[in-house]
């Protein structure tokens, strides 16, 4: 069975830092797409950064992470890692690992909060 697990949430002030960590089990981890998505209450899942499969070479974020936060794999790890500078506030999320090459997984979520 697949399972995706992330690592790495906490409790964090405004302009720090954290790195989340997600391992894959079971899966042919270079062949997946895998991307980070966050989502807090009564809103929609967004899509947070996304790595291409194999060496990585393209990597996409959304708008307001652009220049903060870096996402990398490691193939040999079966670990996709986002590494999260300069939090503000409004990151405080759920932070949801996703694995996809036809079909999609998800994992379980870890926390991520932002504040003094």
């Known amino acids: 069975q697949v399972q995706l697990v992330e690592s790495g949430g906490g409790l964090v002030q405004p302009g720090g830092s954290l790195t989340l960590s997600c391992t894959a089990s079971?899966?042919?981890?270079?062949?997946?797409?895998m991307s980070w998505y966050r989502q807090t209450p009564g809103k929609e899942r967004e899509l947070v950064a996304i790595?291409?499969?194999?060496?990585?070479?393209?990597?996409n974020y959304a708008d307001n992470v652009k220049g903060r936060f870096t996402i990398s794999r490691d193939n040999a790890k079966k670990t996709v890692y986002l590494q999260m500078n300069r939090l503000r506030p409004e990151d405080t999320a759920v932070y949801y690992c996703?694995?996809?090459?036809?079909?999609?997984?998800w994992g379980q979520g870890t926390q991520v909060t932002v504040s003094s």
């Open positions: 996703n694995a996809k090459w036809g079909i999609v997984y």
């Open positions: 079971e899966l042919l981890f270079e062949n997946y797409v």
């Open positions: 790595i291409s499969n194999r060496g990585g070479e393209s990597t």
